[in-house]
């Protein structure tokens, strides 16, 4: 006996708008019809299936998100997780269907009634809407369950004493919910047969020959007279989450309501492993980056009793972003537990000298670290932009990447400005006199990112000056005349 | 050139024309180069002279020197050519052509030694790239430099670019060096892509548009800063050595070349040996005649065309009229129905050369309006040809002058109001869905508030780069995007096209166009035929054909008797639905109320119901005069004769042009003026200082005030588009042609449309339901009866019936049908294993033969059917007996709403119950009137009525309002909803694909239409009547509708 769990709006609530006033809908990248709709948008009537630009008309403050198959992904990974309280089989069937194994369950829970109850409990935490069913095969509880609400579970205390035909279970489920493809359906449509029970009632042999051997093994194992190959969810050895938001989150405390669905899964992957966390770590990615700032963020929060509290780690989280003053809002953000063994000490092989060097150094690194801070130890990186300021940067050393790429030195992209460019350049510039030098070479001219600074185009004209002192120094005149030192060639 | 103290000419210069690349139109670039006292521009697009029509206008216009190049670019170095004379221009043009039709579409594709080949004459600036200055230790550069010195001699300079890098010193050194020890003297260039440096973040925007990404995303590589620019004096002074600046003017004075050298010779391959053009055209011009007139050609024919050939013969265009000639014979002898419309229906000549089919018997034409000595503007002429044959046309054009001498003409695609948001927002980051929610909620037809303001208010309050985003957008509208392919203007010539101006691949395989559109073409005086397509004509010559095989008697149009009484008759009823021209809503609208009698009428019937005489306010004094005579007035005798005919409202341009003569003392120059400015006005608003005159000119000549207002009301409505009398007299006649067919052989031609279908104004469903309406009868497709296209089956006589062709199987290939005929072509088929035995097609399409009910003579149900057919086996060489028979499964026999819906799906049409007839069976819509029993409605009555919404549209002039088609089994309703109705239900008026509407029935003359009050969507009973799971879009897609604003 199986139960399926089948999500319809998961790919909203993966973006966590199912339940927002403002009407929302699901757009697949690149296709203009509306995939799923919040109920405030089905409330001005847009409904799954219309064009965007109807969608639109009907309601002009529509907010459209893409549809992110990742977290969608993540989404019903974790629904998986916690079901996996419920069952020994559980196996995920994207791309919004999860099944378990009940019958053998039942000695531990009692009923089938208290299996649902607490499948549903357990689902709510997940998703907004779901609908549950029962089959003697997981495809046909899997089939069932999207068929919509009214197949949903109906338990009856006596289901496992006195076996339902099968002719049952396939009673007016309608062919749409096998989801087969169109043409396929329209074929069936076309033969008069609109529910599973009709398709039954046909001769299989005849089935075959007629529908096609792929119906044929697809119906099989539905109804059980073919074995279906259950491919059963494995847990991750690690937690590991990416979410790419579709609007920039500006405030650092913005992120705390993506990161509680982040941390509940968190748990629930700490809880199946039988694990504690101690170190938990978020990178964020800015929209831009600004002068002498990382392109990335990392924030490691630490925990030394260890801890698999969602409500605990959020907290600490929270802590951590309250004094986070965030240089530009935050297009993506990625959490990661480390190994759960939480050292880097690794095993290390007596005879691989290199590889020993590098776990040397690692820990080398992780120790000045976990010492002086994180982001003590940095090395360059070149960006390519014109501005000077922002044509390289120094990004925070990690002790894995050490691991991965060490001691050979990274390859600096070539870029035209390499050679003009002075070897200390000064965070800021200092306006200076022009008095103080004496120009050998120039001008240079570069234009701000008219972009990124609010719009306003500003050049600055570089030169190469001989300084009183007879070293070789950058400065720049910008638009208004003013002079400014910007770096030392020697 | 100019005597200037400032020695310069820009010569490296890329208008926007280089697309994504270039940021200023070339008139910006020509009027800045003249502000800085530039001695001269050379405009050197990348591998194309797309933008030298527009740059070369500009310099007349301007009296500034242009200069005539293109830049190409090699992996080492960028080449520049540029042209000094005519010899250099054909050479560069040439190649140009070369190197882009060995690439696909939009890219070219040289190699150094195609350069080296084939140019003779042009000068050359050879820029070496900045990574090749900064290290050529791979000696890549200079070795292939030396083989261009070689090759160019004297006409070849190094290019020094000083844009302000880091490197601009090791740059110099290196030319420098290289000048030393090559000899080769060095010019300054600008390498110039903006006119002004403001335009440097649109540059950044096209850079990123170019590379598909944002320009936060571009990381260095757009340019470092806006040098690009054309520079001031000073600044260039600064910049370079005198020398090198110098060295632009000693090229400039070399290049000499002027595009009004460009000879365009039309092709004379026509005109035998022994003749002159003239004396053959009029050889032709009389055979012609003699034909048109069998009794004699009346003296004021002759007079005219005497007239038109002493004009044609002043401005020597004998040669594009044969042309014309000789395709419109081609067509004819291969009996391929064509008639040329437009300005060109204003000639006796074109009449009596069969290339148009206005008779001049009938009057008031003006061949000024087509062709006058004064404008000295080449001939325009658009013959439509059916359009299932116009390529047979077109083959026959490459075949007859060669792919080197015919080309097409291109149309030049511009950023408008819905590309320029995409690609800018895309550009700054924006996402897409957002882009299009933004476009969804401008009105571009707000004539109060224009959409860019629109689109400023929509975004957030002070968001700096929002404001910049629609900045930009503004800035770049008007932008060329990417050439396309005109839709049929060829350019023929007596040599080579790609010696005038270069070719290059279009989409469509086979087909070459050139760079330049119409208006390049006019400016430059060069001659265009548009051969075009006319679904209407296929209809017609069908039609014919079909007449022919029914009568057994040849038949032509000058068959169709003329002024046919019970033609009018129907007209008059607004039943015009399939009829050319006046077959829209608004056209059904107004027969009732023009009432056509004559053939006059329906050339007014086509001009009236066009934006410029709506909104020119012509349409009501018009019909009112037609009911009141006595309403009738002119205030002068020449107005009289110009708008007699038109009962004193000016329906017509030349009207308009004419009144202006007349009335307003204009010349004929200016009153050419004021045509063209009526043509343009939305884009320059030029005609304001003609109104003016205009005015006074009026009051001057005794006209009152307000015949003036009037007439310069009428002017600006005009602006929008009205007809050319002869244009809307060479429709008229197929609106004429079309209507006597189906007044008097509906079945033959609907079964014409339906065949020549894409076509027309409705589905095939509605030309079937209104031709069932009209009492004809529809046979279903038959694999026993049906063919590929629609045939008349007039087995038990009278008009026929209409025996659906294969082509409406969704599914079903030609070839699939061809392997059935060709089984049928021995004997019927006598069963579906029969058929399956004998017809080898695929699955799928014996699928879509059942599904479309093709096998009911064999056996009823199609269900059934269908399942044989999927279990079908087809016979091998084995010696096996194959078990075919499944008749141990039994299917039932599909309902009325099965069939209907497997039907919709499978045909695009049912002859089964209309859905409309199956829902009110079902109780739903159970107390709307059916649209059969309007007429039986009192004027003000409340009405209900329901259907399918099958149309939905909302012309500009109309104040908002929209204009809602339904349909029920009986016919259709026309539903008027106003703004505030449309806004307070939103989704019923939007959403809904069965309506239902309670409302005010209003009936003028008539025309019957429903006020709407309450609009219900009823979506759902459709739905529920088909009880499937299906989405909703499904429902749009069984019975379309066709929203159009």
């Known amino acids: 006996m199986w139960l399926a769990i089948s999500c319809p709006c998961i790919e909203m609530d993966a973006l966590s708008v199912m339940g927002v006033e403002a009407p929302f809908v699901v757009a697949q990248k690149h296709d203009s019809k509306v995939s799923q709709a919040n109920d405030a948008a089905k409330s001005l009537g847009v409904n799954p299936g219309i064009p965007l630009t109807l969608a639109f008309t009907l309601a002009p403050t529509l907010e459209v998100l893409s549809s992110d198959a990742k977290q969608t992904k993540a989404l019903l990974e974790s629904l998986a997780q916690s079901l996996g309280e419920f069952s020994g089989t559980v196996s995920i069937r994207p791309p919004d269907c999860v099944v378990i194994e009940v019958k053998s369950m039942l000695k531990y829970f009692g009923s089938l009634q208290s299996i649902a109850r607490s499948v549903r409990s357990c689902a709510k935490d997940w998703v907004s809407h ?45 062919l749409s919910a096998t989801r087969w493809d169109k043409k396929q359906l329209s074929r069936l449509s076309g033969l ?101 700032q990382a392109s990335e963020i990392t924030l490691e929060i630490k925990h030394d009793l260890g801890s698999d509290d969602a409500s605990l780690w959020l907290e600490l989280i929270e802590l951590k972003l309250s004094t986070l003053c965030l240089p530009a809002p935050i297009r993506t953000m990625v959490v990661f537990s480390g190994s759960l063994e939480a050292s880097i000490e690794s095993n290390q092989d007596l005879f691989d000298t290199v590889a020993n060097d590098r776990q040397s150094a690692a820990l080398f690194i992780s120790r000045i670290q976990a010492r002086l801070g994180e982001d003590v130890i940095k090395s360059p990186s070149i960006t390519g932009e014109h501005l000077p300021e922002h044509y390289a940067e120094y990004v925070p050393v990690v002790a894995t990447d050490v691991i991965k790429q060490p001691y050979t030195q990274s390859k600096l992209p070539s870029s035209p400005h390499t050679c003009s460019r002075p070897q ?26 008219w972009w990124k600074n609010r719009g306003q185009l500003e050049r600055r004209d570089y030169y190469k000056v001989l300084w009183g002192d007879q070293r070789i120094a950058w400065v720049f005149r910008n638009d208004k005349g003013h002079w400014y030192l910007h770096g030392w060639f020697s | 050139m100019k005597e200037s103290t400032f020695d310069y000419a820009e010569l490296h210069c890329l208008s926007n024309f280089t697309f994504q690349r270039g940021a200023s139109h070339p008139e910006e670039l020509i009027e800045r180069a003249q502000y800085l006292g530039y001695q001269a521009l050379a405009i050197t697009d990348e591998c194309s002279f797309a933008g030298l029509g527009r740059a070369y206008a500009a310099s007349k216009q301007t009296d500034f020197p242009l200069i005539v190049g293109s830049e190409f670019r090699f992996d080492t170095f960028t080449l520049v050519l540029l042209v000094p004379n005519i010899a250099a221009y054909k050479e560069l043009s040439l190649l140009i052509s070369t190197a882009r039709r060995q690439a696909p579409k939009g890219s070219y594709l040289i190699q150094p030694d195609d350069v080296l080949s084939s140019i003779k004459h042009c000068l050359s600036i050879v820029i070496p790239s900045r990574k090749v200055c900064a290290n050529d230790s791979d000696q890549v550069f200079l070795p292939l430099f030396q083989r261009f010195k070689r090759a160019f001699a004297n006409r070849i300079w190094l290019g020094l670019q000083r844009p302000l890098m880091a490197d601009d010193r090791v740059i110099q050194t290196y030319i420098e060096d290289i000048r030393h020890w090559q000899g080769i003297p060095i010019v300054a260039v600008g390498s110039v892509d903006m006119h002004v440096p403001a335009r440097q973040p649109l540059r950044d925007v096209l850079t990123a548009i170019k590379l598909r990404t944002s320009v936060e995303q571009l990381a260095g590589r757009q340019a470092s800063n806006g040098e690009s620019h054309l520079r001031s004096p000073n600044k260039l002074m600064s910049l370079y050595k005198k020398e090198y600046l110098d060295q632009s003017v000693v090229i400039a004075n070399r290049c000499n070349f002027s595009m009004s050298e460009l000879r365009y010779e039309y092709p004379k391959d026509l005109v035998p040996e022994g003749w002159t053009a003239h004396d053959y055209l009029i050889k032709a011009i009389n055979e012609g005649a003699n034909k048109r007139y069998p009794n004699g050609i009346p003296p004021f024919i002759l007079q005219q065309i005497q007239h038109e050939l002493d004009i044609i013969a002043h401005l020597r265009y004998e040669h594009y009229f044969l042309t014309v000639w000789d395709l419109v014979k081609f067509a004819r002898s291969r009996d391929i129905l064509c008639q040329g419309r437009g300005s060109a229906a204003n000639s006796a000549i074109c009449f009596c050369l069969h290339i148009t089919e206005v008779n001049p018997e009938n009057g008031n034409l003006l061949f000024e309006r087509f062709l006058s000595k004064e404008r000295n ?133 086979g087909r070459t166009i050139i760079q330049w559109d119409k208006n390049d073409l ?25 007449l022919c095989e029914k009568t057994g008697q040849a038949w032509t149009l000058e068959c169709i008797p003329r002024e046919d009484a019970e033609t009018y008759a129907m007209l008059q009823n607004g039943d015009s639905v399939g009829v050319f021209q006046v077959e829209s809503r608004a056209q059904m609208s107004m027969l009732p109320r023009l ?90 608003g030029q005609l304001k200082p003609f109104e003016e005159k205009l005015k006074a000119g009026m009051l001057e000549r005794g006209y009152s005030n307000e015949f003036a207002d009037r007439l310069c009301l009428q002017i600006r409505g005009f602006g929008e588009y009205g007809f050319p009398e002869s244009h809307a007299a060479s429709f008229a006649l197929l609106v004429y042609f079309s209507a006597w067919l189906k007044c008097h052989e509906p079945v033959i031609f609907c079964c014409a449309l339906q065949n020549s279908y894409p076509m027309g104004f409705y589905s095939p469903s509605q030309l079937i339901q209104d031709l069932q309406r009209h009492a004809g009868t529809v046979l279903p497709v038959c694999v026993n009866a049906s063919f590929w296209d629609h045939i008349v089956d007039h087995s038990q006589g009278g008009n026929g019936m209409l025996r659906i062709g294969f082509r409406l199987v969704n599914g079903l290939s030609k070839q699939a049908v061809q392997l059935l005929l060709n089984a049928r072509s021995n004997r019927p088929f006598e069963s579906i294993h029969d058929f399956l035995d004998r017809v080898s097609i695929n699955t799928s399409e014996r699928e879509a033969l059942a599904s479309a009910g093709a096998f009911e003579t064999l056996a009823g149900n199609r269900h059934q059917v269908r399942w044989q057919m999927l279990g079908h086996q087809l016979p091998t060489h084995l010696p096996f007996e194959l078990n075919q028979s499944s008749s141990e499964v039994c299917f039932e026999s599909p309902t009325p709403v099965q069939t209907t819906q497997e039907e919709l799906r499978r045909l695009g049409l049912t002859l089964g119950r209309h859905l409309m007839s199956l829902i009110r069976e079902r109780g739903a819509c159970r107390r709307c009137t059916p649209s059969n029993e309007l007429a039986q409605l009192n004027h003000g009555s409340l009405v209900r009525v329901a259907g399918i919404v099958t149309g939905r549209q909302r012309p ?56 709407a009050g309450q609009l219900i969507d009823r979506t759902a009973a459709w739905q529920s009547l088909l009880n499937s799971e299906e989405s909703s879009q499904d429902w749009h897609g069984l019975v379309p509708s066709r929203d159009f604003h």
């Open chain 1, 130 to 174: 779901h609908n549950l069913a029962l089959g003697p095969t997981a495809l046909l509880a899997q089939w069932r369950s999207q068929a919509g609400d009214q197949y949903d579970l109906i338990v009856n205390e006596k289901l496992t004493e006195v076996p339902i035909p099968l002719i049952q279970w396939l009673d007016k489920v309608p």
């Open chain 1, 192 to 292: 008069g047969l609109k529910t599973l029970d009709e398709l039954y009632r046909l001769p299989s042999v005849l089935i075959r020959k007629h529908l096609g051997d792929g119906l044929y093994q697809q119906f099989g194992k539905a109804i059980g007279t073919i074995v279906e190959p259950i491919d059963v969810y494995q847990m991750p050895e690690s937690f590991h989450r990416e979410i790419e938001f579709d609007r920039e989150v500006e405030h650092s405390l913005g992120l705390i309501f993506p990161l509680k669905n982040v941390t509940q899964a968190l748990s629930t992957f700490l809880r199946r492993h039988r694990q504690k966390l101690y170190e938990l770590t978020i990178k964020l990615t800015p929209a831009w980056t600004i002068e002498d």
């Open chain 1, 424 to 449: 200390w350049l000064l965070v800021c510039p200092t306006q200076i006199d022009s008095s103080q030098f004496r120009v050998i070479e120039g001008p240079e001219r570069v234009s701000t990112a």
């Open chain 2, 377 to 509: 503007e080449p001939p325009d002429i658009d013959v439509d040809f059916e359009h299932h044959r116009r390529e047979e046309v077109i083959q026959y054009i490459y075949q007859r002058y060669g792919r080197e001498r015919a080309a097409l003409a291109a149309t030049v695609i511009r950023y408008r109001a819905k590309s320029a948001i995409k690609d800018v927002g895309k550009a700054l980051g924006y996402d897409e869905h957002y882009l299009s929610r933004l476009i969804q909620q401008l009105d571009r037809r707000d004539q109060e508030v224009h959409w860019l303001k629109q689109l400023r208010k929509l975004g957030p309050d002070n968001s700096v780069i929002y404001s910049m985003f629609v900045d930009l957008t503004a800035e770049i509208l008007d932008f060329p995007r990417h050439l396309s392919q005109h839709v049929g203007g060829f350019v023929i010539a007596s040599e080579r096209v790609d010696e005038l101006v270069p070719t290059e691949n279009a989409a469509m395989e």
């Open chain 2, 522 to 546: 006019e400016s430059l005086g060069l001659l265009k035929i548009d051969v075009l397509a006319l679904g209407m004509l296929s209809a017609i010559k069908r039609s014919m054909s079909m």
């Open chain 2, 595 to 684: 009432k056509p009698t004559c053939f006059y009428d329906l050339v007014v019937q086509v001009a009236i119901v066009r934006p410029g005489p709506i909104q020119g306010g012509m349409v009501h004094p018009y019909l009112q005069r037609r009911s009141d005579p006595t309403l009738v007035s002119y205030p002068s005798a020449e107005v009289k004769r110009v708008l007699e005919r038109t009962l004193g409202v000016p329906i017509f341009q030349e009207q308009v042009i004419k009144l202006a003569m007349v009335a307003g003392g204009f010349s004929s120059g200016e009153a050419d003026q004021l045509r063209r400015a009526m043509g343009a006005w939305k884009r320059t």
């Open chain 2, 956 to 1011: 500009g002039t109309a104040s908002g309002v929209t204009f809602i088609t339904l349909e029920d089994e009986f016919g259709n309703c026309n539903i008027v909803v106003w703004l505030a109705t449309a806004k307070a239900q939103r989704q019923a008026y939007l959403g809904a694909t069965l309506l239902e509407v309670h409302g005010i029935l209003e009936r003028e003359n008539n025309v019957t239409h429903i006020i």
